[in-house]
């Protein structure tokens, strides 16, 4: 069975299928990152190109590992060094990529909709690693990877994601994503961070944080980022965390065998306390674990591979 | 030279709808002549020199009184690679449009009589170019459609300080408008409407709260939603076309809302007309032909400002045009290249072309049965005549600005074949029905069809 899509760009575009064949490769490449020498030929030859136009420590080097146990060779550009500082566009930098002939582009971009705009242009795979406020696909497919690993499924599961539900590509990605795969997404956060038609996407607005917890397996916070404070979006971290911070005690609500994610970086103390996330319903590290995995699965598919082969 | 236009239906809403022949003389309408009494008629051009009298027969169209549009952006000074006054002027005629009022926000902005004098020297001198390369009869034809440069309220388009209006209108402006960056400031946008009333100038109003639109770039909704795009809610709109009616009420002037999008909106100049405040309306093609839903592969093409609203708003915008909430239809035509629109889609610059499609979009909703086609001339040609205190109708003495449509010609809209310099249009590819044969502009033909 082959992975019939060219680019991965949002979870909308995946079908239940894809997602099973990106999470079923991933746990096969798991096992790479536990040996001796972590480091297959898969991809020997290729090249892939990281273009990050956003800040980014842990997303970028998770692809850069999976990329390079894989073999493949990765260059990396970002904002600061590209010719998008020069006043170049971004058709024209992805044009200019393209001429050098790599295999795969992850791009990360601000702008909604980037990694698409580019995809239209350009021979090689795009893989999206965040654009804007759109999508962040890579990250809500190793929070499945990690969620069906713990559980042993997704379907039926009950998640909660809490946070500024508005302006996180995550939130967006996750939401997609748990519901396709017949999970029941219930978000809370201000109504200053929930954007307008959001249960189109299929998931159920809960108005604060106990309710949305109530009988979760999964809890799944989202990074509060200080500059929304300037877009009015809260009054300050104190009030956000006496509203929507998880704690132990809100946990409780919860199934007794809850899990704890974040996509990092975390702002402990504003919408997760330490004794949540280092306590024993917490998976944020295995989260990071599975990231490497996910990401090589990803460009072993892209890049034409076939499921279950070696 | 003379001019009979033979065989048209003629449709000037109010004055006349019957089979006539029209003849121009020296750029006026000299005479209209029912065909059923054609000695008379005839006798009545014998009276002229008959020998220099050329007939040009459009049977099996419709002649109206030239279309106006009140909301165009012609990009000169400043932006000529996106338009100029000439390739402006072109598609205007192209799209049966006899003349148009383009905005103020030019590089420089049209804040003086020095720029509202050029704009206005411009479009004569390029009307005065003959196109002799494609025509024989070159003394016919003239390029273009008319000028009515709308002027800044404020100067530099700041919000802050009124311009020389008086000065402004004797080079040739005729309405003043804050199109492009609205007044904010309530008590600015009072003194301005009170200093025009005296002035006899209309006032045309972009209503946008700033602050509740900052860094949205389409509708908020579900679409943006999905796509990550940040929001523009309707009361940024509605919220301000309340405030400039409830100006007007004070002030006793009267007000032009442009290019409404949105329900609220609508149901805020109804109320306001019911309450005999001097408000009139207008909206364009694409707000009672698409939706959000235009945008949804990041199309730069469906970027305007204000933003492609929801079905149920296209609906609010199609009851505001039928029970007459909404006065007149306007393109907003505005230019821009692929350097502002083969962008990431938050960066891309708001507005779309307009002038060449406008007239079959805008013929759907006859088609449809919504407007008469002699609604939709008097939203299209009448009722902005008369918003500026221009009398257009047909008639002897008249200036001769006619468009002529072929009302059942189908065609598909092709933005290879725009006049304009630009092509950013959503409708690529839309089969229209009802296109522009002729438009007649002082007399002289500023377009016509290729056979």
């Given at each position: 069975?082959?992975?019939?899509?060219?680019d991965?760009?949002?979870?909308?575009?995946?079908?239940?299928?894809?997602?099973?064949?990106?999470?079923?490769?991933?746990?096969?490449?798991?096992?790479?990152?536990?040996?001796?020498?972590?480091?297959?030929?898969?991809?020997?030859?290729?090249?892939?190109?990281?273009?990050?136009?956003?800040?980014?420590?842990?997303?970028?080097?998770?692809?850069?590992?999976?990329?390079?146990?894989?073999?493949?060779?990765?260059?990396?550009?970002?904002?600061?060094?590209?010719?998008?500082?020069?006043?170049?566009?971004?058709?024209?930098?992805?044009?200019?990529?393209?001429?050098?002939?790599?295999?795969?582009?992850?791009?990360?971009?601000?702008?909604?909709?980037?990694?698409?705009?580019?995809?239209?242009?350009?021979?090689?795979?795009?893989?999206?690693?965040?654009?804007?406020?759109?999508?962040?696909?890579?990250?809500?497919?190793?929070?499945?990877?990690?969620?069906?690993?713990?559980?042993?499924?997704?379907?039926?599961?009950?998640?909660?994601?809490?946070?500024?539900?508005?302006?996180?590509?995550?939130?967006?990605?996750?939401?997609?994503?748990?519901?396709?795969?017949?999970?029941?997404?219930?978000?809370?956060?201000p109504?200053?961070?929930?954007?307008?038609?959001?249960?189109?996407?299929?998931?159920?607005?809960?108005?604060?944080?106990?309710?949305?917890?109530?009988?979760?397996?999964?809890?799944?916070m989202?990074?509060?980022?200080?500059?929304?404070?300037?877009?009015?979006?809260f009054?300050?971290?104190?009030?956000?965390?006496?509203?929507?911070?998880?704690?132990?005690?809100?946990?409780?609500?919860?199934?007794?065998?809850?899990?704890?994610?974040?996509?990092?970086?975390?702002?402990?103390?504003?919408?997760?306390?330490?004794?949540?996330?280092?306590?024993?319903?917490?998976?944020?590290?295995?989260?990071?674990?599975?990231?490497?995995?996910?990401?090589?699965?990803?460009?072993?598919?892209?890049?034409?591979?076939?499921?279950?082969?070696? | 030279?003379?001019?009979?236009?033979k065989?048209?239906r003629?449709?000037?809403?109010?004055?006349?709808?019957?089979?006539?022949?029209?003849?121009?003389?020296?750029?006026?309408?000299?005479?209209?002549?029912?065909?059923?009494?054609?000695?008379?008629?005839?006798?009545?051009?014998?009276?002229?020199?008959?020998?220099?009298?050329?007939?040009?027969?459009?049977?099996?169209?419709?002649a109206?009184p030239?279309?106006?549009?009140?909301?165009?952006?012609?990009?000169?000074?400043?932006?000529?690679?996106?338009?100029?006054?000439?390739?402006?002027?072109?598609?205007?005629?192209?799209?049966?449009?006899?003349?148009?009022?383009?905005?103020?926000?030019?590089?420089?902005?049209?804040?003086?009589?020095?720029?509202?004098?050029?704009?206005?020297?411009?479009?004569?001198?390029?009307?005065?170019?003959?196109?002799?390369?494609?025509?024989?009869?070159?003394e016919?034809?003239?390029?273009?459609?008319?000028?009515?440069?709308?002027?800044?309220?404020?100067?530099?388009?700041?919000?802050?300080?009124?311009?020389?209006?008086?000065?402004m209108?004797?080079?040739?402006?005729?309405?003043?408008?804050?199109?492009?960056?609205?007044?904010?400031?309530?008590?600015?946008?009072?003194?301005?409407?009170?200093?025009?009333?005296?002035?006899?100038?209309?006032?045309?109003?972009?209503?946008?709260?700033?602050?509740?639109?900052?860094?949205?770039?389409?509708n908020e909704?579900?679409?943006?939603?999905?796509?990550?795009?940040?929001g523009?809610?309707?009361?940024?709109?509605?919220?301000?076309?309340?405030?400039?009616?409830?100006?007007?009420?004070?002030?006793?002037?009267?007000?032009?809302?442009?290019?409404?999008?949105?329900?609220?909106?609508?149901?805020?100049?109804?109320?306001?007309?019911?309450?005999?405040?001097?408000?009139?309306?207008?909206?364009?093609?694409?707000?009672?032909?698409?939706?959000?839903?235009?945008?949804?592969?990041?199309?730069?093409?469906?970027?305007?400002?204000?933003?492609?609203?929801?079905?149920?708003?296209?609906?609010?915008?199609?009851?505001?045009?039928?029970?007459?909430?909404?006065?007149?239809?306007?393109?907003?035509?505005?230019?821009?290249?692929l350097?502002?629109?083969?962008?990431?889609?938050?960066?891309?610059?708001?507005?779309?072309?307009?002038?060449?499609?406008?007239?079959?979009?805008?013929?759907?909703?006859?088609?449809?049965?919504?407007?008469s086609?002699?609604?939709l001339?008097?939203?299209?040609?009448?009722?902005?005549?008369?918003?500026?205190?221009?009398d257009?109708?047909?008639?002897?003495?008249?200036?001769?600005?006619?468009?002529?449509?072929?009302?059942?010609?189908f065609?598909?809209?092709?933005?290879?074949?725009?006049?304009?310099?630009?092509?950013?249009?959503?409708?690529?590819?839309?089969?229209?029905?009802?296109?522009?044969?002729?438009?007649?502009?002082?007399?002289?033909?500023?377009?016509?069809?290729?056979?």
């Amino acid at each position: 069975m082959r992975f019939e899509h060219k680019d991965l760009l949002d979870i909308e575009s995946l079908s239940v299928k894809d997602i099973n064949m990106i999470l079923d490769t991933a746990e096969g490449m798991k096992e790479i990152s536990n040996r001796p020498i972590k480091k297959v030929p898969t991809l020997r030859g290729k090249t892939i190109v990281l273009f990050f136009q956003e800040p980014s420590t842990r997303t970028k080097l998770s692809f850069d590992i999976a990329a390079k146990r894989l073999s493949a060779d990765t260059i990396s550009i970002s904002s600061g060094s590209s010719s998008i500082v020069k006043g170049e566009t971004l058709i024209d930098t992805a044009k200019n990529l393209e001429s050098m002939n790599p295999d795969i582009i992850v791009i990360r971009h601000p702008s909604s909709g980037a990694a698409e705009l580019i995809s239209r242009r350009v021979k090689a795979s795009v893989v999206n690693a965040g654009d804007g406020l759109h999508a962040h696909p890579t990250q809500a497919l190793l929070d499945m990877m990690t969620v069906r690993e713990k559980k042993g499924k997704i379907e039926g599961l009950n998640i909660s994601i809490i946070g500024d539900i508005a302006h996180s590509r995550v939130a967006r990605s996750n939401i997609e994503g748990f519901t396709k795969m017949g999970a029941a997404v219930t978000v809370s956060a201000p109504s200053t961070m929930i954007p307008k038609g959001v249960e189109k996407l299929g998931c159920e607005v809960a108005s604060d944080i106990e309710s949305c917890i109530e009988n979760a397996d999964v809890v799944m916070m989202l990074r509060i980022q200080k500059e929304r404070q300037e877009a009015i979006l809260f009054p300050t971290e104190r009030e956000y965390s006496m509203l929507f911070g998880l704690n132990i005690h809100r946990l409780k609500g919860a199934k007794r065998d809850v899990l704890v994610m974040h996509p990092g970086p975390m702002n402990r103390g504003v919408e997760i306390n330490s004794d949540v996330a280092d306590g024993e319903h917490s998976v944020i590290l295995e989260q990071v674990t599975n990231g490497v995995a996910l990401r090589m699965a990803v460009f072993y598919l892209v890049a034409g591979g076939m499921k279950n082969a070696d | 030279m003379r001019i009979k236009l033979k065989g048209a239906r003629i449709l000037d809403p109010g004055n006349i709808d019957g089979f006539r022949d029209i003849v121009i003389d020296e750029g006026k309408i000299d005479s209209i002549i029912d065909p059923n009494y054609s000695r008379d008629g005839q006798s009545c051009i014998s009276t002229h020199n008959n020998d220099n009298i050329i007939e040009i027969d459009v049977t099996g169209m419709v002649a109206v009184p030239g279309l106006i549009d009140l909301h165009v952006h012609l990009r000169e000074p400043g932006h000529e690679y996106k338009e100029t006054i000439e390739t402006g002027l072109k598609a205007a005629a192209k799209g049966g449009f006899t003349a148009v009022c383009p905005m103020p926000n030019t590089s420089p902005v049209n804040d003086n009589s020095t720029i509202t004098a050029f704009m206005v020297s411009r479009a004569k001198e390029i009307a005065n170019l003959r196109i002799s390369s494609s025509f024989n009869q070159s003394e016919l034809y003239s390029g273009v459609s008319k000028l009515y440069p709308v002027g800044a309220i404020t100067k530099g388009l700041e919000g802050e300080y009124l311009c020389e209006y008086s000065d402004m209108k004797k080079a040739g402006m005729v309405a003043i408008s804050d199109d492009g960056r609205p007044v904010q400031n309530a008590r600015v946008m009072r003194r301005a409407m009170e200093y025009a009333k005296g002035l006899g100038l209309p006032v045309i109003s972009h209503c946008e709260d700033i602050n509740l639109a900052r860094d949205g770039a389409m509708n908020e909704g579900v679409v943006a939603t999905k796509l990550g795009i940040k929001g523009i809610p309707n009361v940024s709109e509605s919220t301000i076309v309340m405030r400039d009616i409830a100006l007007a009420e004070l002030t006793g002037a009267s007000i032009h809302i442009a290019h409404v999008s949105c329900e609220e909106s609508v149901d805020a100049i109804r109320n306001g007309k019911k309450r005999g405040i001097k408000v009139t309306a207008e909206t364009a093609p694409h707000y009672f032909s698409l939706t959000e839903e235009a945008v949804s592969r990041y199309d730069t093409n469906a970027k305007m400002n204000p933003p492609l609203r929801t079905e149920r708003d296209r609906q609010a915008i199609i009851q505001g045009l039928v029970d007459g909430t909404i006065d007149i239809i306007v393109t907003d035509h505005a230019p821009h290249s692929l350097l502002e629109k083969d962008v990431e889609f938050d960066r891309a610059a708001f507005g779309i072309v307009g002038l060449e499609t406008s007239l079959g979009l805008s013929m759907k909703l006859v088609q449809d049965g919504l407007l008469s086609f002699e609604n939709l001339i008097e939203k299209m040609s009448k009722r902005p005549a008369s918003i500026l205190g221009i009398d257009n109708a047909l008639k002897a003495g008249n200036p001769a600005d006619i468009t002529i449509i072929d009302i059942d010609a189908f065609w598909s809209v092709n933005p290879k074949t725009f006049l304009s310099k630009s092509r950013n249009t959503p409708f690529t590819g839309f089969s229209l029905k009802g296109e522009v044969y002729m438009t007649i502009v002082d007399g002289k033909i500023a377009y016509q069809r290729e056979s």
